[in-house]
């Protein structure tokens, strides 16, 4: 069991004109990327591990250009905006 902490991120698109932009438009499809937080895994003796999770909600989470969504690292993301709850959790806000 791991616990993470990370502001909310939100999703990106490819830059607009930019050559992966024009390369998905005359395929019919957007370049858009939903909010993700990436985790890189590593330790001695094992192959290093990029993955992310998906934030529920975020209008791209199905529909990530990337094709990196999949249902068990779409996540809930709690925003705390109680100042005890962020006092408490020795959080800057």
Do not use: C, M, W
Request: proline share 8%.
């Amino acid at each position: 069991r791991y616990t993470a902490r990370s502001i909310i991120p939100s999703g990106y698109g490819v830059p607009e004109g930019a050559p992966t932009d024009v390369v998905l438009k005359a395929l019919g499809r957007h370049g858009e990327r939903p909010a993700h937080i990436h985790y890189f895994v590593s330790a001695p003796g094992h192959q290093h591990l990029t993955t992310q999770i998906n934030l529920a909600g975020d209008p791209y989470t199905y529909d990530d250009f990337a094709f990196a969504t999949r249902e068990e690292l779409v996540i809930p993301a709690t925003r705390i905006d109680d100042a005890a709850e962020i006092d408490k959790r020795r959080l800057e806000g």
